[in-house]
């Protein structure tokens, strides 16, 4: 990836670019020689009106701060919950040996499964779906965190025990600068994580936010507000993965030398 | 309470095994069951009237009746062939797509701009548009899981691709082959293990998608049956769903897993005899 962008030359962009275009083309000419039905496929200047009247009137920027308020509070919970637990359980050999088999088994689960329990439990408020999103983007930090901690070579412990480091010490010195690489791709899953929980749970307990929005559009066949929608999450998407990205290579510089 | 339970409960081949590896496998299951023993208390004293918790002993009960009622069968046999479907349809594009990117620089420079734009919408996201489109039902859960698949196979494969051995792409063009029979001859074989992989990650998505979407919008599939389950205020079937949905998770990547390793086992097995 990172050769990748490095390589990019001004005669790639441009035809990355013109690829881009040429898309955007094909949707209008789809949209405006009625090869698709309109319900489905505004054309790309409805979709965009509707964006730049939805962002004028508050509304839909609105809904984009609480969707993206929802998945970065979620997220910072899973971070915090995850790296802490996983680092309990990971620095003790005997505790991965008692739980891991256990946090693999829900590993497999989807996030979303537990809505449903939840707004049982909960009923239908903020609180229920922040809940959820945050034990649902807790696990891939979790376990990230584990396995990192897990992967410490025995010599570096050795080391600290000469040093006569104690337990806390060994972790925040020697365990998570260790992890660290572990943690901070377990981190970007759980953001991705943390965005799909929020826009299913806006879905379903009707909560303020671009999932509800995208959701009633659709059912009162609103396509240009709909598109809009969907824009605006790809947006939150590709801002939160990006940022993360920059954030990774900077923190792991060190690593690389 | 809990430590006898574990370990007269039946574990896994154990006698015929040393007895470290016959208590790790019985350690793996102490805290599982104190959890179930200490919900099935819980949900018959304080919580004895509770819409969420019931006693894990009634949610076995509940999704015995939906398998007698055959509900259980079909919602899951609904939700397998979307996913898979989706996944089928969903990796077939993004490795075809990775096949090309990973061999021409020049192709993967021109789609960077589009691809990385339209990768990061969350799934998620189609769930309406899906729904305007085909209505409910399985298509709109397999465009959307074939959505979710794409982009992992897709990334996975281009790496692949770009990382064959030089000098095999060398022999291929000393040898005049077509592009077409390089990448049959020379390029799937050598990626095949990784697409394997790849496959296996796209399973597991495609069942969290899949789920998702019924639990979202798809009045179909286990997703539906746990979602109806909470609504109709019945907490031990919508346990039981829970518990059932996660058992099914758990299969399928043990099944994958172990699907991946023995086809790795025999294609290696060739190159070292030779």
Do not use: C
């Amino acid at each position: 990836m990172n050769h990748n962008t490095s390589r990019f030359s001004a005669r790639d962009g441009a035809s990355s670019l013109a690829l881009l275009a040429g898309l955007l083309g094909l949707w209008w000419l789809a949209a405006h020689a009625q090869w698709v039905s309109k319900v489905f496929l505004p054309s790309p200047e409805a979709a965009l009106t509707s964006l730049f009247d939805g962002l004028r009137d508050g509304e839909l920027l609105s809904w984009t701060a609480a969707t993206a308020g929802r998945m970065l509070a979620g997220w910072g919970l899973a971070g915090l919950l995850g790296v802490t637990l996983g680092a309990m359980i990971g620095q003790s050999p005997s505790a991965r040996a008692w739980l891991q088999p256990t946090l693999e088994l829900i590993r497999p689960l989807p996030a979303s499964a537990v809505l449903p329990i939840a707004i049982a439990m909960f009923g239908l408020s903020p609180t229920m779906v922040l809940f959820v999103v945050a034990f649902g983007a807790m696990w891939p930090v979790l376990l990230a965190t584990v396995h990192g901690l897990a992967s410490v070579h025995p010599r570096l412990y050795e080391v600290a025990g000469a040093l006569q480091l104690r337990p806390m010490q060994v972790v925040w010195r020697i365990g998570l600068p260790h992890a660290l690489p572990d943690i901070l791709a377990g981190l970007r899953l759980s953001m991705t994580v943390s965005l799909i929980v929020s826009v299913v749970g806006e879905m379903l307990a009707s909560q303020g936010g671009l999932g509800q929005a995208i959701l009633l559009a659709a059912r009162s066949y609103q396509a240009g507000e709909l598109y809009a929608g969907v824009v605006l999450l790809g947006l939150i998407g590709f801002i939160s993965n990006g940022a993360l990205a920059m954030a990774e290579r900077r923190l792991l510089r060190w690593q690389r030398r | 309470m809990s430590e006898p339970l574990a370990l007269s409960s039946p574990v896994g081949p154990g006698r015929s095994r040393a007895l470290p590896a016959w208590t790790r496998h019985a350690r793996a299951w102490v805290l599982p069951l104190a959890l179930l023993a200490l919900l099935e208390l819980l949900a018959r004293t304080r919580y004895a009237n509770s819409d969420a918790l019931a006693p894990p002993s009634q949610a076995l009960q509940a999704l015995a009746g939906a398998l007698t009622d055959g509900s259980l069968l079909s919602a899951t046999g609904f939700t397998l062939s979307a996913a898979a479907l989706g996944l089928l349809l969903g990796s077939a594009i993004g490795a075809a797509l990775g096949a090309v990117l990973g061999q021409s620089r020049r192709a993967a420079a021109v789609g960077f701009i589009s691809i990385e734009l339209l990768r990061p919408v969350p799934s998620v996201a189609l769930i309406p548009l899906a729904m305007l489109v085909f209505g409910f039902g399985a298509a709109m859960e397999i465009s959307v899981v074939a959505f979710a698949t794409l982009w992992p196979v897709l990334v996975l494969v281009q790496a692949a691709v770009r990382q064959v051995e030089p000098q095999w792409l060398e022999v291929a063009a000393a040898l005049q082959l077509s592009p077409a029979q390089r990448l049959r001859n020379i390029v799937l074989p050598a990626v095949l293990p990784r697409l394997f992989v790849a496959l296996r990650l796209g399973s597991a998505v495609a069942l969290v998608v899949a789920v998702t979407v019924e639990i979202a919008a798809n009045p179909n599939g286990m997703g539906y049956a746990l979602m109806m389950a909470q609504q109709s205020l019945q907490p031990a079937l919508m346990l039981g769903w829970l518990g059932w949905i996660a058992l099914v998770g758990v299969a399928i990547n043990h099944g994958t897993l172990r699907a991946q390793r023995a086809l790795a086992r025999r294609m290696g097995e060739p190159a070292v005899a030779g």
